[in-house]
């Protein structure tokens, strides 16, 4: 998984808490990524890092919020939990070489259940 | 809109039994055409990048290749191991990955 770790792997949670999921790189990777994948859907982009402090949207921003303090980890926060938010979160990383056109690597998944 | 459309989404085979997996895209400015395998429970491994139009590149029993329109993943001689979700992802001119939803291939021995 291209050095990449991503904790914890299973969450169950309740409605209405936060939950922050965290990504781990040992790649020294400057871009960093949040999706989410559910049944019949493709993967689809949450947040994004382009460096340390660096983040931008992607097509599924609601109810997300990221923090990059550190180029080894990315942290994906869901303020207050809804049910539609239960998916698999993945998070990926790619070199700078090319900036945004490079490939994207991938980590293991968190398995997320909001009851 | 940008949007990538594969098909089947379900594809059972023999072992050796030789067939094409389809990825239809339409993105404005092309820049890569991705390739990835996904087993049960882990992520998205990469296997090719296509960037331009009858590029073809191979792995193994695999061989991806391009079109304008779409991008077909062949596989030759499949085997049990081989089976696993195949998903495909078009990068446009705003540098973002649009995702099929991917297809599922069993092969059966």
């Known amino acids: 998984d291209a050095g990449i770790t991503q904790s914890p792997r299973h969450k169950v949670t309740e409605t209405g808490t936060p939950v922050t999921l965290r990504c781990h790189q040992t790649e020294n990777h400057r871009y960093m990524y949040w999706y989410r994948q559910d049944p019949g859907h493709g993967l689809r982009l949450i947040h994004y890092s382009y460096g340390v402090k660096d983040t931008d949207k992607g097509e599924v921003s609601d109810g997300y919020s990221v923090s990059r303090s550190k180029t080894e980890d990315f942290l994906l926060t869901l303020e207050s939990a809804t049910s539609s938010q239960t998916s698999v979160y993945f998070c990926?990383?790619?070199?700078?070489?090319?900036?945004?056109?490079?490939?994207?690597?991938f980590g293991p998944g968190t398995r997320l259940l909001v009851l | 809109e940008d949007q990538v459309t594969q098909s089947p989404e379900a594809l059972r085979l023999q072992e050796g039994e030789s067939s094409s997996l389809n990825c239809s895209y339409t993105v404005s400015g092309l820049r890569g055409l991705f390739w990835y395998r996904q087993d049960p429970g882990k992520g998205p491994e990469f296997l090719f990048t296509?960037?331009?139009?009858?590029e073809e590149k191979e792995k193994e029993r695999l061989k991806a290749t391009l079109t304008k329109k779409e991008s077909f993943l062949h596989i030759t001689a499949p085997k049990p191991e081989d089976s696993a979700t195949y998903l495909c992802a078009a990068r446009g001119s705003n540098y973002q990955l649009i995702w099929g939803a991917g297809t599922k291939l069993i092969i059966k021995p």
């Open positions: 296509l960037y331009s139009a009858g």
């Open positions: 990926a990383i790619s070199e700078s070489t090319r900036g945004l056109e490079e490939t994207q690597y």
